[in-house]
Structures are given as C-alpha cells and as structure tokens.
C-alpha cells in the first residue's frame, strides 16, 4: 500500500516545546517538501529536500528544522523559536526522475499550541 | 502583487450548473499548472496538470491554460454538492529558491442542492 504517511494526525505543544512531526513515504520519490497552511489560506513553503542529506529553507523556515537521513523519511522539527506554531502541516513528495513535477500530500498534522 | 492569485469566494453554484474558478500568475516562464481539491480538514488531492496553451478534460473537469494571459482556469461541469471544497491553483514558478511550486490562496465553492 503505497503513500505518503505523516503522525500524529492531532499535536498538541505547550509553550516552550520542541515538537516533531513525522513524514515517511514509500513512493521512492526524491525530492519531500513541508507546507504550513493556516486558516482560509494557501499553503506555504516551510523546508524542501531534493537529495538524501540535504535539504533547502522555503519562504518561512524561521522557527523550524529538519533532516533528510533516509530517503523516506523527512521529519520537522518545530522549535520554541517558533512563535505561532498553530497551523495545519502538510507533508508532499515529488518523484523527479524524468522531468515528472506533481507532488503529492500526505494527510496532514494539525498543531495546537496550548 | 502575489505570485499566483485566486479570488477566495465562495463561489456559490446550483446543482447540476458549470463551475469556473480563475487563476492568474505572474511569471510568464511558468510551464506547469495544477489544479488540487481541498476538503475541510483534510489534505490537497490533485485533479488535473495541465502544461500546454488550450483545454484538458477529465470527465467533468476541464483545466484551461493561456499562456498569453498568464491564467488557468477549472471548469467543472454538472457540479455535485460533494465537489463543495477549496480548489487550489498551483503553478512551477522560477525565483530565487530555483524552480518551485507556488500555491494560490484557493477559491472556497459550495454547490447547493
């Protein structure tokens, strides 16, 4: 059963917490990608991996960190750093052997900060 | 002026008519285009790509692109209360980070039985 995976479904952080959020696909695509999308808006790009071991800051990457160990694994790291955290985190991947450019979503975390 | 652009809506239509929802984007090397549908709660599907100036259909769906004009559009035809969602317009945009997809704020439609 192939796909894009991400936990928990439902985070919930206290202030001053670092949180993880975990994204796994089986697709055996390259390049893994973490969105932020808030409330009626669109979605924003936080970090990208193109390549195992390395990874590139997206238009908001402040307040947050990841790894790209495994090609099948990209998780996120939220630090305290970052100050409004609440969002809905979405997870896609992108096979770009060929030229192929879709990316695909995994089902998302959504983070409360209490 | 943002890169790529939805009006938000709602776009409200009856059962059964055509929907069009617009976008427009703003980096003419721009080649490839894509239509997501967002549920409530729940994460983008794609619908349809689209990479050549003219129409694509999909069994009720029809991506539009003109390069020209720098838009794409989706029409949906004989709409279902269950294609009430958020569609997101995505397009490959080329800036400083390289060659990345850029999102649209989405157009919210509802269709009403």
């Keep these: 059963d192939g796909g894009i995976t991400q936990s928990p479904k439902y985070l919930f952080r206290k202030e001053g917490q670092n949180v993880t959020l975990s994204c796994e696909q089986n697709l055996n695509h390259d390049a893994m990608y973490w969105y932020r999308q808030d409330p009626g808006q669109g979605l924003r790009l936080i970090y990208y991996s193109q390549i195992v071991n390395d990874f590139q800051k997206g238009d908001i990457a402040e307040g947050y960190s990841v790894s790209r160990e495994k090609k099948e694994s990209f998780p996120l790291t939220v630090t305290s750093a970052q100050k409004n955290p609440t969002a809905f985190y979405l997870c896609a991947s992108k096979l770009v052997a060929g030229g192929a450019d879709t990316q695909y979503f995994g089902p998302g975390t959504r983070l409360t900060v209490l | ?113």
């Design chain 2, 1 to 113: 002026q943002k890169e790529v652009e939805q009006n938000s809506g709602p776009l409200s239509v009856p059962e059964g008519a055509i929907a069009s929802l617009n976008c427009t984007y703003s980096d003419r090397v721009s080649q490839s285009f894509f239509w997501y549908r967002q549920y409530s709660g729940k994460s983008p599907e794609l619908i349809m790509s689209i990479y050549s100036n003219g129409d694509k259909e999909d069994g009720r769906f029809t991506a539009q692109l003109n390069k020209a004009s720098q838009y794409v559009s989706l029409l949906i035809r004989d709409s279902q209360p269950s294609d009430s969602a958020t569609y997101l317009c995505a397009v490959n945009i080329v800036n400083n980070a390289g060659n990345m997809l850029t999102f649209g704020g989405g157009t919210r439609l509802m269709v009403k039985p």
